[in-house]
């Protein structure tokens, strides 16, 4: 009997049929597999990690997340929470001891909760109808603040009379009169705004400190635990001046609010100094230019002295912290596509600590990522490269590492494609333009594969050095893939990311082409099977070039602009496009309009192009997909439209709408690849 078990254990530890498995590419149910790692906070004495975990559930086609901690180290990696819900947001108390997050846990209702970590004992300190938003621990950690909507009837001019007792009326008409009466993502909007709340941690009634008609931004506490900092758009104008916010220190005991900043422009996330001194905060002056820099102020607390410290770094502040000391921050930007966490001091040096931050965009390529500091100069960020999604990053001011590897136990066994950096010279100017290549896994260069443009959105953003599982999936099905950072980008310097101020699409035309020709120079990308696609401003640049040139077998516009007359009147925002991206209303200039529209071009197209968007798009509305759909009918163009049923701007709000975008994008591929 000992020598049977000893042969099955023998057999158990060396069998490949069970512990090994054949290696094979992405598909896109693996998707539902794919899992990343959000907002870690670290704790005040750098000693602990606490993350979101984030996973879906393909029985529900649900986005899930629960919290894990983890010591600096990487040692004692393990789940605070389980079970299929939404569990984010952490913030450690002041004394390390506790935590609050907001979780569904309970009857798929958001509320804040309170956990004790040397227990574990969990309490939900909310109950109210609405989730609560940002929140903020006061230094003796006796209370949270957080602002919190506060839904208010929405008023109307239009009496309907009584109806009889029993009869079946439609509901009753909606009646607008704001100019932002929808939002993309969130529908039409509830009368109703943000305010601001404090709460004892042993549990209550919120008291609510504000009752203005605006909304009010995260709270920040101050040291005396008396006041708060937070960033509003109190404007009369405020409809026409959406970027136009200050920081306001209010008074939690009457409610007293005093404005701490006053220029034209943005002031946002302040954040206190150690010693309770002065108020770090981002912003800029508003010169109504398509793309401004984000930069790092500093004022005292009483909003003297105000100084601008960032005013050599030409990147975008993304997001900051105090340095232990007080004499510096750290902070995190975007450097050529490469996510950075850097010092700065006072005087505005600025040294790199390590890169390869990013990670959170799990679909397409763009750069995003989150860090925290702890009060001995330890960080915690999400880092990611082409490789994987987020994963868990610690590091100090001398060193770096990564804590996790939440996607080994699928990637194992998946073979993705290989991601190569590209630069190139545009044709237009040789600017020097930077892309990466993808190639499907076995690549062999001697062959011809065919080729998929992808271009990103924004305009007024950037790809990177990042995991996408669209650009993934594609490369699985044999497509050399190319993405790209066309002027416009960002994480170039603000002088690149407006050569297409008041001039978009255009010349990021040739930029685009010439990464092809590039591209086609290597010699295994076929010329006759070349495709293009993009969402958002990828979209419009999309439609851009099939009206441009027929270099392409077959198109798909995701989500685009098609004319912009109909998307600055019909886009959520109204107030924002015409005056940033024009300079005037369409009545005003329409050659202006007429001519940066793709529909105005429709008539040279012959490339068979597919329109795909979320039908609850409120940015970029499905009447732009609509619209160029029926030119290209009229014209005789082969097309065809997706509508994802659902779905805002993000169509991947569920994990099968971002499945479905890809398989939709592959199905009108394959359809028009030579050589089948």
């Not at 929470?81 to 209702?109: E, Y």
């Not at 989500?559 to 600055?568: D, G, H």
């Amino acid at each position: 009997m000992k020598k049977i078990l000893a042969t099955m254990l023998l057999f158990v530890a060396t069998s490949p049929l069970l512990f090994g498995q054949v290696q094979s590419n992405l598909e896109l149910l693996d998707i539902f597999n794919m899992e990343y790692v959000s907002d870690p906070q670290i704790s005040p004495d750098g000693s602990k990690i606490i993350y979101v975990r984030n996973f879906k559930d393909v029985m529900t086609d649900r986005n899930l997340s629960n919290l894990w901690i983890i010591n600096f180290d990487g040692s004692n990696n393990r789940p605070l929470t389980t079970g299929n819900h939404n569990d984010f947001a952490p913030k450690w108390s002041h004394d390390g001891t506790k935590i609050v997050f907001k979780s569904n846990m309970a009857d798929d209702k958001m509320k804040l909760y309170l956990m004790w970590l040397d227990t574990k004992e969990t309490m939900a300190l909310t109950n109210t109808p609405q989730s609560p938003g940002a929140v903020s621990w006061s230094y003796d950690d006796r209370y949270v603040a957080f602002n919190m909507f506060v839904p208010e009837a929405n008023k109307s001019i239009i009496k309907m009379p009584g109806k009889p007792e029993g009869a079946k009326w439609n509901k009753p008409p909606k009646y607008i009169d704001k100019m932002n009466y929808r939002g993309d993502g969130a529908g039409y909007y509830k009368g109703g705004n943000s305010q601001l709340f404090t709460l004892p941690i042993t549990g209550g009634t919120p008291k609510q400190l504000t009752f203005s008609e605006f909304d009010h931004g995260g709270p920040v506490w101050a040291k005396d635990n008396k006041h708060l900092y937070f960033s509003a758009n109190f404007h009369k104008d405020e409809e026409m001046e959406p970027a136009d916010s200050e920081i306001y220190a209010i008074n939690v005991n009457d409610g007293e609010i005093t404005p701490l900043t006053d220029r034209y422009g943005p002031d946002t996330h302040p954040v206190l100094s150690p010693d309770g001194s002065k108020i770090a905060y981002l912003g800029y002056d508003d010169r109504l230019q398509g793309y401004q820099l984000t930069q790092l102020y500093v004022m005292n607390t009483d909003g003297s002295g105000s100084e601008l410290i960032s005013d050599d770094f030409d990147r975008d502040v993304e997001d900051m912290v105090w340095n232990s000391k007080g004499n510096g921050f750290y902070f995190s930007y975007t450097d050529k596509g490469v996510g950075k966490l850097a010092s700065m001091s006072l005087s505005g040096k600025v040294d790199d600590i390590t890169d390869g931050l990013g990670g959170l965009s799990l679909g397409r390529p763009y750069n995003a990522a989150s860090f925290s500091a702890s009060n001995n100069n330890k960080f915690a960020y999400t880092q990611g490269d082409t490789s994987h999604p987020s994963d868990l990053g610690a590091a100090d001011t001398r060193s770096s590492k990564r804590l996790t590897a939440v996607n080994d136990d699928l990637f194992s066994f998946k073979k993705l494609g290989k991601v190569e950096e590209m630069w190139w010279e545009s044709s237009y100017d040789q600017r020097k333009i930077q892309g990466w290549v993808v190639t499907p896994p076995d690549f062999d260069p001697s062959k011809k594969y065919p080729m998929i443009l992808e271009i990103h959105g924004g305009p007024f953003t950037s790809y990177g050095e990042v995991y996408s599982a669209e650009i993934q999936a594609y490369a699985a099905e044999g497509y050399v893939v190319l993405y790209t950072n066309p002027r416009g980008s960002t994480s170039y310097g603000e002088e690149f990311g407006n050569l297409i101020h008041h001039d978009y699409p255009n010349h990021d035309y040739e930029d685009l082409m010439s990464g092809v020709d590039a591209l086609l120079e290597k010699g295994y990308v076929d010329k006759e099977n070349l495709f293009v696609t993009g969402g958002s401003g990828g979209g419009v640049l999309t439609a851009w070039i099939v009206g441009k040139t027929d270099r392409f077998k077959a198109a798909v516009v995701a989500k685009p602009v098609i004319n912009w007359t109909s998307f600055v009147l019909y886009a959520d925002g109204v107030q924002f496009f015409s005056k940033y991206w024009f300079g005037k209303k369409p009545w005003e200039d329409p050659e202006n309009y007429r001519r940066r529209s793709p529909l105005t071009y429709v008539g040279n197209v012959t490339t068979p192009t597919m329109l795909l968007t979320g039908e609850e798009d409120y940015r970029t509305p499905i009447a732009e997909s609509e619209q160029f759909y029926a030119a290209l009918k009229l014209e005789n163009v082969e097309t065809a439209m997706v509508r994802i049923p659902g779905a805002s701007h993000g169509i991947a709000n569920k994990p099968s709408n971002l499945i479905a975008k890809i398989a939709s994008v592959l199905a009108w591929f394959d359809k028009y690849k030579g050589d089948k």
